[in-house]
């Protein structure tokens, strides 16, 4: 069994039991963006794993969901981050720079574009994952989407005038939570391997939310960021997938396909044993 795992401290919860041995994986762990883990579980690289609401859609007759597992936020986010040198809904015309690295963040950021603050922007791929403003001053723009740890420290800087978290955009929206990844199985894999490694995610999930403190340090270590601010970051992150959860997933991939972005369809989730 291959379980995909994205890199960035987001993830700390979920897996850090699993990094310190306290949860053995029934699998080995294979660590990439969330592009990377999407195209891999795609072409059976990998049988489980953390990918994007956006790619879940696009294939969802080949996975099944894993139940009550995800990387969502309730209001703020804090790592999906619009950076701007005027207020969003002042954008119209401009070139905004998006990471390559998260599909769900992309198509988020135009929906609200489109429909929350009726402005047509440019969007121009770009390594806009980076926290290195030389990297992304190099490539002329008026805002910049970054994400994962990047967008931690790029909000640490200070560095633009105005900074729109997303997952707090979509619930002034919609007044529901933002799903912004889910775990998930192809359905060609063995049921009862699947079975083990849910298991397995939620005894480590479990762990890790007992023990945030730690991994805040853990996360301070790798970014730079405060453990404080680490630690406000991870507890203000769900892991779960409750029926308010799963409305805000529905609602946003009703949007998308509405628009022909996703197929429409409906979600499936991995059966009991």
């Not at 008026?142 to 967008?151: H, Q, R, S, Y």
């Not at 730079?224 to 997938?241: K, N, Q, T, W």
């Amino acid at each position: 069994m291959r379980l995909g795992r994205i890199g960035y401290v987001n993830c700390y919860p979920v897996y850090g039991a699993m990094d310190r041995g306290v949860v053995a994986p029934p699998a080995t762990l294979v660590t990439g963006t969330p592009a990377e883990l999407n195209d891999r579980l795609a072409d059976g690289r990998l049988d489980v794993s953390v990918i994007s609401a956006v790619a879940y859609a696009h294939r969802a007759e080949a996975y099944e969901l894993l139940p009550d597992l995800a990387i969502s936020s309730d209001g703020p986010v804090r790592s999906v981050l619009l950076f701007s040198r005027r207020p969003p809904g002042e954008l119209d015309g401009a070139r905004v720079l998006v990471s390559t690295s998260s599909r769900t963040s992309v198509q988020l950021l135009d929906l609200l574009a489109r429909d929350r603050w009726r402005v047509a922007v440019t969007l121009t791929p770009a390594p806009a994952e980076t926290a290195d403003l030389a990297r992304l001053e190099a490539i002329p723009h008026d805002a910049a989407l970054v994400i994962g740890d990047g967008a931690l420290l790029l909000a640490a800087a200070h560095a633009y005038p105005v900074v729109t978290d997303l997952g707090e955009a979509w619930k002034a929206w919609t007044g529901l939570p933002f799903v912004f990844a889910v775990w998930a199985a192809r359905r060609a894999v063995d049921r009862g391997a699947v079975r083990d490694v849910h298991r397995a995610l939620l005894a480590s999930r479990k762990w890790g939310l007992q023990h945030l403190d730690l991994l805040a340090g853990d996360a301070a270590g790798r970014t730079g960021v405060a453990p404080a601010r680490c630690r406000e970051y991870l507890a203000g992150l769900d892991y779960g997938l409750s029926y308010r959860h799963l409305a805000g997933l529905a609602d946003f991939l009703g949007r998308l396909a509405a628009r022909g972005v996703v197929p429409d369809g409906t979600l499936s989730f991995l059966g009991a044993a």
